[in-house]
C-alpha cells in the first residue's frame, strides 16, 4: 500500500525550530517529487516546498524562504523539513505529499495524514 | 490574498450540477491549462480530483470535471452526491505554487 506518515509536529515557542519528518512506503520514494503543503487552523492550502527525487532541486514559498530547509533521504525513503525562526504564522497542520506521475508537481496524488506544529509562547 | 481566486460557497440539490470557477490571469490560467483541483473533507488529508486542468486520476469519479475559458478554471460535478459536500481548491503555479482560496461546497 501506498503510504505517507508523517511526525515530528508539536508545540515550539517563536524563534525555535523543528523538524518535520515523513516516511514513505510502497513505492519507489527517488523515483517521485515531494512537496509539504500546510494548513493554517480554519484557513485554506498553502504550498510550503518541493523537492526533486534526487533531492537536487529544490523549490520554496516566499514565506518560509532562508528559514525551511526542505531535503530527503533516498536509502530510507524519508522525506525532512527542517524549520528554523518559527513565527506564530508557521502554526497549521503539515502535510507531505507525492507528486502525482502523469502532471506537474503541483499535481499530488499521495497525501500523509498531517502533522502539527503549533507556534506559541 | 490568493493569486486564483475562488467562490467561498457554492450549493446544490442532489442530482444537479455545479460549477466552481478559480480566476487567475493571462500570465498562469490563462496562458496554460495546468489547474489542478483538490477535495478535502473536514479534518482529512486533501484529494486531487483533476490534473492538468482536465485529466482525471485513476478512481475519480467522471461525474468530476476540469475545463478552462479565457483565465478563468472550472470544476464541474454533475450528478451531485451528498459525499460531495467538502471544500474545494484550485492550484496553479503563478511564479510560485499557489491554491486558491477554497470554496465551500454544500449539497442542499
Known amino acids: 500500500e501506498v503510504q505517507l506518515l508523517e511526525s515530528g509536529g508539536g508545540l515550539v515557542q517563536p524563534g525555535g525550530s523543528l523538524r518535520l519528518s515523513c516516511a514513505a512506503s510502497?513505492?519507489?520514494?527517488?523515483?517521485?517529487?515531494m512537496s509539504w503543503v500546510r494548513q493554517a487552523p480554519g484557513k485554506g492550502l498553502e504550498w510550503v516546498s518541493t523537492?526533486?527525487?534526487?533531492?537536487?532541486?529544490?523549490y520554496y514559498a516566499d514565506s518560509v524562504k532562508g528559514r525551511f530547509t526542505m531535503y530527503r533521504d533516498n536509502s530510507q525513503n524519508t522525506l525532512y523539513l527542517q524549520m528554523n525562526s518559527l513565527r506564530a504564522e508557521d502554526t497549521a497542520v503539515y502535510y507531505c505529499?507525492?507528486?502525482?506521475?502523469?502532471?506537474?508537481?503541483?499535481?499530488?496524488?499521495?497525501w500523509g495524514q498531517g502533522t502539527t506544529v503549533t507556534v506559541s509562547s | 490574498q490568493s493569486a486564483l481566486t475562488q467562490p467561498a460557497s457554492v450549493s446544490g440539490s442532489p442530482g444537479q450540477s455545479i460549477t466552481i470557477s478559480c480566476t487567475g490571469t493571462?500570465?498562469?490560467?490563462?496562458?496554460?491549462?495546468?489547474v489542478s483541483w483538490y477535495q478535502q473533507h473536514p479534518g482529512k488529508a486533501p484529494k486531487l480530483m483533476i490534473s492538468e486542468g482536465t485529466k482525471r486520476p485513476s478512481g475519480v469519479s467522471n461525474r468530476f470535471s476540469g475545463s478552462k475559458s479565457g483565465n478563468t478554471a472550472s470544476l464541474t460535478i454533475s450528478g451531485l452526491q451528498a459525499e460531495d459536500e467538502a471544500d474545494y481548491y484550485c492550484c496553479s503555479y503563478a511564479g510560485s505554487v499557489v491554491f486558491g482560496g477554497g470554496t465551500k461546497l454544500t449539497v442542499l
Open positions: 493571462s500570465s498562469d490560467v490563462g496562458n496554460y491549462n495546468l
Open positions: 510502497g513505492f519507489t520514494f527517488s523515483s517521485y517529487a
Open positions: 523537492i526533486s527525487g534526487s533531492g537536487g532541486s529544490t
Open positions: 505529499a507525492r507528486k502525482y506521475t502523469y502532471g506537474q508537481y503541483w499535481d499530488m496524488d499521495v
